[in-house]
């Protein structure tokens, strides 16, 4: 591959870009700083003007992650209002969504081992990314009586581990876990159930 000139700040976002087709193709221990700088059209050495190694560069593609993955879900949470229960659907179809379309960002965020704490700037981002889902699970169990209702926390995580395993177990290929329904239906039923549990869904709909 012929070398590439960059701009001053390109380069980084091309190093990163490249790490995010190495972690979708190889996972994000199948790869090299050397790989991603081939990949990137650059020297070995130009990784280290902007990054660590490998695990600073796949950090920085979790935190692009978590930007792009709290946008979709402050999206789909507004687009669903004024309705609490819609915009709470809503955000569990993200989360679906984003997995499917953005998969190297999603490993280097969920699968990578990279903790959310390693930088400042990655943490204020998840907490972003988490707190829609919060907020969201937060205005929905108004409905419920104050001696029934659960914390927001548990309400939002159940709903996250939900669509997390689905994704994990049914959306991205995973070898012998075929499911016989889409995984679309898999989290809206899922949902559905949890949400008829807690009597914020009519037990005949």
Do not use: C
């Amino acid at each position: 591959m012929p070398k590439r000139g960059y701009h001053h700040g390109n380069l980084k976002q091309a190093l990163v870009d490249a790490a995010l087709k190495l972690i979708e193709a190889k996972g994000p221990t199948g790869f090299t700083v050397s790989e991603a700088a081939k990949q990137a059209g650059v020297t070995p050495a130009a990784v280290y003007r902007h990054f660590e190694g490998r695990e600073d560069l796949i950090a920085e593609a979790a935190r692009q992650g978590y930007e792009i993955f709290a946008d979709l879900m402050d999206y789909a949470y507004e687009t669903g209002q004024p309705s609490a229960l819609a915009s709470f659907e809503a955000t569990g179809r993200a989360y679906l969504a984003f997995a499917r379309r953005y998969p190297g960002h999603y490993v280097a965020m969920f699968e990578s081992g990279i903790s959310i704490n390693r930088t400042p700037e990655l943490a204020a981002v998840a907490r972003r990314a988490f707190g829609v889902l919060e907020t969201a699970a937060e205005k929905l169990s108004e409905h419920i009586p104050a001696d029934k209702r659960p914390p927001p926390q548990m309400f939002s995580s159940h709903i996250w581990a939900m669509s997390h395993g689905v994704v994990e177990l049914f959306a991205r290929g995973s070898p012998g876990t075929k499911a016989p329904f889409p995984p679309e239906d898999l989290l809206e039923t899922g949902i559905g159930i949890y949400l008829r549990g807690l009597g914020l869904v009519p037990r005949d709909e």
